[in-house]
């Protein structure tokens, strides 16, 4: 890369707040101008007695599987104010690093994650996750989501429950910020790095005339599948990893 190959580029970055500030700074680092967007936000749950329950559960259950870094600091403090430590019966799954490092800052020192990609399919094709049949395994997540592990662990033969200790909101409510920028030249890329919130954005945007001058960034094929279908421009990145990501940005816009 040049020194500044992001030179007059602005990117809209659509993470939520206090996730974004790392990819906004290598933006800048870049030479570009970083327009924080946020599409999600992470909020508690209103009441959390049913998860209270749930967290009865764990000393008979044999998997803990997080799907993100929010689910395990909405979750783990909890744990530890429930049990006083981690039950010694309990082995832990995470679909990406940074969830498994955040599981260490609560004293869990062996997770299973994946290798390559960070998404359910890959974590689902390691062998601890084959041999599963009999065994009992939680979920923690935000309220909704994608119904593939647990499917696919059902399907192994394994009892599977969702402990939902998060919800996640949209808190925009129009798009105007971003066509104005575009109006001025002054909007060349939007960075998506969840499904959800892909479709929140084609939601407030509708037909408006910038959405199909724009490039959205992706990091992962899955989240680029709607907007492809709907004839808009979409990079994916070849990697994980937010330098992939504008890795790509940069041989594509510059």
């Known amino acids: 890369m040049q020194n500044k190959p992001l030179t007059v580029i602005t990117i809209a970055v659509t993470r939520p707040v206090d996730q974004a500030q790392a990819l906004c700074e290598a933006i800048t680092h870049l030479g570009g101008r970083a327009v924080l967007f946020p599409l999600l936000a992470i909020t508690p749950l209103p009441d959390y007695h049913a998860f209270e329950q749930q967290l009865a559960e764990l000393e008979t259950t044999d998997w803990a599987i997080f799907i993100s870094s929010n689910a395990v600091n909405y979750t783990m403090p909890r744990v530890l104010k429930h049990y006083g430590n981690i039950p010694d019966n309990l082995k832990f799954a995470a679909i990406g690093h940074q969830s498994a490092k955040e599981l260490a800052h609560y004293g869990v020192r062996n997770v299973l994650t994946p290798h390559t990609r960070f998404d359910s399919e890959t974590l689902l094709a390691l062998p601890e996750m084959h041999d599963v049949a009999n ?105 994980p990893g937010d330098e992939a990501m504008l890795k790509k940005l940069v041989n594509n816009l510059c």
Not at 198 to 209: H, K, N, Q, V
Not at 223 to 232: D, F, K, R, V, W
């Open 135 to 239: 065994m009992k395994i939680a979920i923690f997540r935000g309220v909704g989501g994608r119904e593939l592990m647990a499917e696919t662990l059902t399907a192994r033969g394994a009892n599977v429950y969702f402990a939902e200790c998060y919800q996640r909101i949209n808190p925009q409510t129009d798009a105007n910020l971003l066509g104005e920028l575009w109006k001025k030249g002054e909007l060349q890329a939007i960075i998506v790095t969840s499904s959800e919130a892909m479709r929140y954005l084609l939601d407030i945007a509708g037909t408006s005339e910038w959405l199909r001058h724009v490039t959205l960034c992706v990091n992962h094929a899955r989240i680029a599948e709607l907007p492809l279908q709907l004839g808009l421009k979409v990079l994916v990145a070849d990697a």
